[in-house]
């Protein structure tokens, strides 16, 4: 091949045509060159849009998701995820792609004595009430407790970086005194654990992930039991839920990711 022809990338993506550019410099600039080898190659990946959460609009795909990975018999209620944001709904963090949802960072915004309610199990993220929300006018800091992370596309890349980086410049000039989730799947547990953070040395939660090996289907039982036996039904464990969480300070990689002004 022509070392010279910048093109000869593209021949294998439209037949056996071949594209080549004139010694003499003029035809196709490199920019619309390189632009047209990495749509062939299927590079060219739309821009993503963040936009803050319109619980009306967001609420049942949230939910659906969630009831997915933690199908849980007591869901978060539209009422109590719309308190959730009524100050910093930016933080409810949708990522939008042609008009369409392609991942999700719904993160609650928690005062000091709701973020250690939380990481401690004193309270559940249903049970959060007024005084646990965080309130620039009040509180000099603030707990930052992912409550759901996904993406709907799987050609979405480093998404949980992306998230980590807008929550950064979401917090320029707030305190940032932890974060937190409460993981309730592998890919969750294996997310935040590549955060370096660990489980709440004050909240040891024994609610379990079984899933159903023949359809799928996903149960949440409290404590250590497994399901009742049933005929032609196999059971196996996915997960104990875990309340994961890093505070600054403590040498997690979380922070160095998202070097937002912190709480020492």
């Not at 875990?242 to 990689?253: C, E, I, Q, T, V």
């Amino acid at each position: 091949d022509d070392p010279d022809n910048e093109f000869a990338i593209l021949r294998s993506h439209f037949g056996n045509e071949r594209f080549i550019r004139p010694r003499d410099g003029t035809g196709m600039a490199s920019a619309d060159a390189n632009a047209l080898r990495d749509l062939a190659l299927g590079r060219v990946a739309d821009s993503l849009h963040l936009r803050p959460i319109e619980i009306d609009k967001d609420y049942r795909i949230i939910a659906q998701l969630d009831q997915k990975v933690y199908p849980t018999s007591d869901p978060v209620r539209q009422a109590t995820m719309k308190a959730w944001f009524a100050r910093n709904p930016e933080y409810g963090m949708v990522y939008m792609r042609r008009g369409e949802i392609v991942g999700l960072s719904i993160v609650i915004p928690l005062s000091p004595e709701g973020f250690e309610a939380l990481v401690s199990g004193k309270v559940s993220e249903a049970s959060l009430r007024a005084k646990h929300f965080y309130d620039e006018s009040r509180d000099e800091a603030m707990g930052l407790h992912v409550y759901h992370i996904e993406k709907t596309v799987r050609t979405l890349k480093c998404f949980g970086r992306r998230v980590l980086r807008d929550l950064r410049k979401l917090s320029q000039g707030r305190r940032i005194m932890g974060i937190s989730g409460l993981c309730a799947s592998r890919a969750g547990v294996a997310l935040f654990r590549s955060w370096d953070c660990k489980e709440s040395p004050t909240f040891r939660c024994m609610e379990h992930i079984w899933r159903d090996t023949a359809t799928g289907r996903i149960l949440l039982i409290d404590g250590g039991r497994a399901p009742k036996k049933e005929e032609k039904r196999v059971y196996e464990l996915v997960t104990r839920c875990r309340m994961m969480l890093s505070r600054p300070g403590d040498g997690a990689r979380v922070w160095s990711l998202m070097d937002a002004q912190r709480e020492h």
